[in-house]
């Protein structure tokens, strides 16, 4: 006892006692406890009940005992009992109001703490945001320093040295130097016969032409007499100062022979420019109808260039002289009305031919017709077509040793669009390389859809200079008239596809109007000079803030960036280089595909690249390898853009029309994306914004373009103020993350000549009504990308407005519909491929915008015409299907836990 009162009782401080006391109770067996608290639970009860039973007999005793002291008391009680009792009551009531007093007190310091804490929490919390974006922008500020770093290296280091252009040849009066001309004029080439002093690189290859009614020559029918001079004035060369021109054209009309030769001498003379020899001039022969083609037979040409569809071989210098097609359509204008269609592949008739030949004995034609006629009468499912003598009339003015044609030709033009093939034999004259009725066959040919096959190897066709006829035309000896069918038959239907689309192209761009020859036969000779054709003309880019509206700018701390991914370095505008390979673009590779080969253009989706390795030996200038090409994860990928190309931004063009409040929040969601340049919003309303609407400064230039009608074609107007190669074209409403933009742009860098973007459509047969329906409902292939949020190269831009058939761009303004679907046709057109998609992005949605029009029933009833009538212009369905889309390339990859994903969500 005297231990426990020590150790508890006392608060001995040493704490010996209770020690003792836990060292006993650890000591005592768990079985000795139980036994002692039964111990007490029994003999506990006993002993009270023992105490009881002893105090029970003197019960009645204590009673009487207490009632007598209570009796005794009464009156001792008295007033000093109740007074004391009313103190009590009074001091428990002033106790408990002081404790009550004391817990209001304590909860209102309890509150007081409590906001105090929230306080310092939230504090906390701003300072950990704080933190974490100056971090990241201490992150970009490294990424943007080491930027800076390699563009400062690059600058000292310029392994491009700045080529100075030369100094423009301008010719002057002492050029103007009569010579006589050379006895020799048949062996004239370029370099002997051309004078190159008067067509500098840089001179834009000015073309003078001598006005008909001043300086006749010959005869001019009137109406094709307009159509050439109109044709001429439309041309962008033309110059009407003689003094600066390179070349001098001199139209000659279609019925040269008859006038007198020595005359024609005398008059060609006396041109002021001839300068006795007649150089740098072009004689230009465009006809109409069939005649007989050694029309400068006889006559002193000089050094001059002949230009005409019918040459004889002693007449004809290679290189010098150009062949032309018959100028057999309209004037100018679109052609695709006038075209059949690429399908079916295959016609009624594998291969026609109608023609009578002038000399029926010559033995060679003779064995032809002979092959051809058990050809036809042979055993084979392929039906064919020949006729060997002409009905009724037939051309008189062809050539002796040449294959007639026959009238009338509405009989000639029902069999050929009906033909896979068209036969067109070659004269036996060996020394006809051309004729105006061997051009006429060309002409018709390709208007119909059927393949030329050339049947004889020394002809010589319009443009050869610039054109690969070897895919568009078929070319055999006579000799293999023979296995003539087996060699048609080996072609496999994409090889006949192929085949018949670059014939359509080649008729539509420089077959198929007088302006079409006329500009071709200028390129040609330009090309031959290595002079670069004219630039193609931009859109002027008017903005909608004058003197009357001016511009609010919101604060840049009011626009908070969205998302704290460091997607790349965010780096003050530059522009894209432009119109680096005006000499280096191999020009004659342009006439022989899809696009405009007319004009020169500052960059094209089809520049070729370096190597991989290129970059780190010399060629590194505007590189920017990940992690300098160690490569690396999402980290390092984020600090640089790497890729094929060297480093480039691109531009957003925002189509609008009245919908303020969409189109700010649209523009504020751009602050701080990477790789941007700058913002184009194109004002599609007549009405001007609103004068109290405030701007937000996202950090790059963002410019409102005033637009002459309200036009969707107004969203791929190419525009002077941009300035990048890549253009992202975006609705107000369609709301991308930042990470998602970036991502498409790092996409459409390795697929430069595609459209790159997120919303996918596709293209249906159907089946009822054999025609093409446009189909939004989801699809594992897909062939179009809404270009409401797509990538897409600027020289598309070019295209689309310039280039592409008026009658796409007018359907578009008159359903006020289809622009995307038009854009989808146009660059599969030009590249036979399909679209990427990224991402999983299908449709956008926009809560609060108004209601779109796509919602509307008749929005699908218009693009379904729109696709029907896309396809009639080009002549076939240039969308393909594509089974893929893009996603980055960690994407679902498991990583160890010191790695990034390239990105978070992607």
Known sequence: MAVYKNGFGNGNSNGIGSGKCLDCTKRVKLSRL??????????????????????????????????????????????????????????????????NTELRELESRRQKLQAEIQEYNTHIYKLKSSYETTQKDLEKLKINIQQAKVEMREVTERNMPAIKAPLKIVPSAVDDVILHPSLKTHLCRMSNCFDYSRCSLLSGFPVYFYDVDEHPITPVESNLKMGILNSLHSNSHVTFDPRVACVYIVIIGADYLTADKKQIDSKLAQLPHWNGDGRNHILLRITQRVTKDNAFQGVHTGRAILMQSGFLRSEYRSKFDLVLPLALGKASGAVWQDLMPILPLFRKYLISFIGEHIDKYISS????????????????????????????????????????????????????????????????????????????????????????????????????????????????????????????????????SALKLQGRMVFEKYFGTTKAIIDTALATIRTRLNIPPLPMKEAPSPSVFNGTVQRMVMDFAEVEPEGDEVLGPVEPPFPSPVFLRNFSTPFHALFNRPGDPFHLYPNTPFDPGLTSDAKFHGSSTGFRPINNGAGGAGKEFSQSIGGNHPQEQFTIVMLTYEREAVLINAVKRLKGLAFLNKVLVIWNSPKPPAYDIKWPDIGVPVQVIRTKKNSLNNRFLPYDVVETEAILSIDDDAHLRHDEIVFGFRVWREARDRIVGFPGRYHEWDLRNNNWLYNSNYSCELSMILTGAAFY?????????????????????????????????????????????????????????????????????????????????????????????????????????????CFRFI
């Open 34 to 99: 139980i036994f002692l608290l039964l111990l007490l639970l029994i003999c506990v009860p006993l002993i009270s009940h023992h105490y009881l039973a002893s105090l029970e007999p003197n019960t009645e005793d204590n009673k009487n005992h207490v009632n007598s002291r209570k009796l005794n008391s009464k009156n001792h009680i008295g007033y000093d009992h109740t007074s004391d009792l009313n103190f009590r009551v009074n001091e428990l009531k002033r106790i408990r109001t002081s404790v």
């Open 365 to 496: 034609e003779m064995k032809v017709i002979q092959e051809l006629k058990q050809l036809e009468k042979g055993k084979t499912d392929d039906m064919f077509y020949f006729r060997f003598n002409c009905e009724g009339e037939r051309t008189l003015d062809s050539l002796p040793g040449e294959w007639t044609l026959c009238e009338p030709k509405s009989q000639r033009h029902q069999v050929t669009s009906q033909s896979t093939f068209s036969l067109i034999i070659s004269p036996s004259n060996i020394s006809i390389i051309s004729s105006s009725s061997l051009q006429t066959r060309l002409y018709e040919a390709l208007n119909l859809g059927a393949i030329p096959v050339i049947i004889g190897d020394k002809v010589v066709l319009p443009y050869s200079e610039i054109l690969q006829w070897e895919k568009s035309v078929i070319r055999l000896p006579k000799a293999r008239i023979t296995e003539l069918h087996f060699y048609v038959r080996s072609f496999t239907h994409s090889d006949i």
């Open 793 to 901: 190269h600027k020289y598309y831009s070019y295209q689309y407005s310039y280039v592409m058939p008026q009658a796409i761009r007018d359907m578009v303004d008159n359903f006020v519909n289809c622009e995307d679907i038009a854009m989808n046709f146009l660059v599969s057109h030009i590249t036979r491929k399909p679209p990427v998609k990224v991402t999983s992005r299908w449709t956008f949605r926009c809560p609060g915008c108004p209601q779109a029009l796509s919602i509307d029933n008749s929005h699908f009833q218009e693009r379904h015409k729109c696709m029907q009538f896309f396809t009639k212009v080009y002549g076939y369905m240039p969308l393909l299907y594509t089974q893929f889309r893009a996603d980055s390339v960690l994407f679902k990859t498991r990583l160890p836990h010191d790695k990034q994903k």
